[in-house]
């Protein structure tokens, strides 16, 4: 970590999943919260429960996602404060983002965990439209949303000071 003190072996754990959009992060928080002692909190089906209403944009996804973080905030830290680790299937996607989180971690005294999925933007494309077409998720993007979403996402930097694991399509084989 990059301020504070390093949390000790027997410290929670707060999984952090950075990818676009169909990159896998869902699939793999679910794999994660499998862990004993570990807890799985999902943005999209929050968001879902809370504002699936009010959700027509991008802008508007923006907005409710924020009242989600600043709600979910003293929560997060209190569940790792009481000893779980937590999976936190939000998008580590930009400095600000993981900044947040690391503040979550670093409050409850947490080691903050960066799984990155570094997948290429076609494979993603195919599945979100597979995805969409079997209308399991809790929101359907389009191309063109998940084209105007992808401009902003900021790969994870050394200098951040994440433990970062990477999981590339190069992993999965073929499909």
């Known amino acids: 970590m990059s301020t504070g003190s390093l949390p000790n072996a027997s410290s929670p754990t707060l999984h952090l999943l950075c990818g676009?959009?169909?990159?896998?992060?869902?699939?793999?928080?679910?794999?994660?919260?499998?862990?004993?002692?570990?807890?799985?909190?999902?943005?999209?089906r929050w968001l879902a429960a809370l504002y699936r209403d009010e959700m027509n944009?991008?802008?508007?996804?923006?907005?409710?996602?924020?009242?989600?973080?600043?709600?979910?905030?003293?929560?997060?830290?209190?569940?790792?404060?009481?000893?779980?680790?937590?999976?936190?299937?939000?998008?580590?996607n930009t400095l600000s983002?993981?900044?947040?989180?690391?503040?979550?971690?670093?409050?409850?005294?947490a080691l903050p965990q960066l799984h990155y999925l570094d997948v290429a933007d076609t494979?993603?494309?195919a599945r979100?439209?597979?995805?969409?077409?079997?209308?399991?998720?809790?929101?359907?993007?389009?191309?063109?949303?998940?084209?105007?979403?992808?401009?902003y996402f900021e790969a994870p930097q050394a200098d951040e000071g994440f433990r970062v694991i990477v999981h590339s399509s190069e992993d999965e084989g073929e499909e």
């Open 20 to 44: 676009k959009i169909a990159s896998g992060k869902s699939t793999l928080a679910s794999q994660l919260a499998e862990a004993p002692a570990t807890l799985l909190i999902s943005e999209d």
């Open 57 to 92: 944009s991008v802008a508007d996804y923006v907005r409710c996602s924020a009242k989600l973080r600043a709600a979910m905030t003293p929560h997060l830290i209190a569940l790792l404060e009481s000893g779980l680790s937590v999976v936190l299937d939000f998008p580590a």
């Open 97 to 109: 983002l993981r900044k947040w989180m690391r503040e979550i971690a670093e409050s409850a005294s």
């Open 123 to 125: 494979r993603c494309k």
């Open 128 to 151: 979100l439209q597979a995805r969409n077409a079997g209308g399991n998720h809790d929101f359907a993007a389009t191309d063109a949303q998940f084209e105007l979403i992808s401009r």
